[in-house]
Nanobody
Framework: QVQVVESGGGLVQPEGSLRLSCAAS?????????????KGWYRQAPGKQRELVAE???????NYADFVEGRFAVSMENAKNTAYLQMYSLKPEDTAVYYC?????????WGQGTQVTVSS
């Protein structure tokens, strides 16, 4: 059973940075199995729908939402079954619960989310 756990959220001032981690268990570390999972970062602000922030394709290609505007970067460490979302120049409107989603063979695996609050 694949399980996903996000971490790294917190309170940060505007223009600050955070790095979120998405650790997966239940995936074999041999054979780069983690690389075969589509990895997506989503967020949901109060009263709003969940939206895609960024994702890494199974080919390792990143894709970002327009609102990212070059401020975020996704990466992964296959040996650790972990994906990351590095966020710079955070804005108050980035405040949301951030979720990691892995997708493999049509099955989605979601984490519980980590709160990011951008406020002075």
């Amino acid at each position: 059973q694949v399980q996903v756990v996000e971490s790294g959220g917190g309170l940060v001032q505007p223009e600050g940075s955070l790095r979120l981690s998405c650790a997966a268990s239940g995936i074999a570390t041999s054979g780069n199995m983690f690389s075969y999972y589509l990895k997506g970062w989503y967020r949901q602000a109060p009263g709003k729908q969940r939206e895609l922030v960024a994702e890494i394709s199974v080919l390792g290609r990143p894709n970002y939402a327009d609102f990212v505007e070059g401020r975020f970067a996704v990466s992964m460490e296959n040996a650790k079954n972990t994906a990351y979302l590095q966020m710079y120049s955070l804005k108050p409107e980035d405040t949301a619960v951030y979720y990691c989603k892995l997708k493999y063979r049509g099955v989605d695996y979601w984490g519980q989310g980590t709160q990011v609050t951008v406020s002075s």
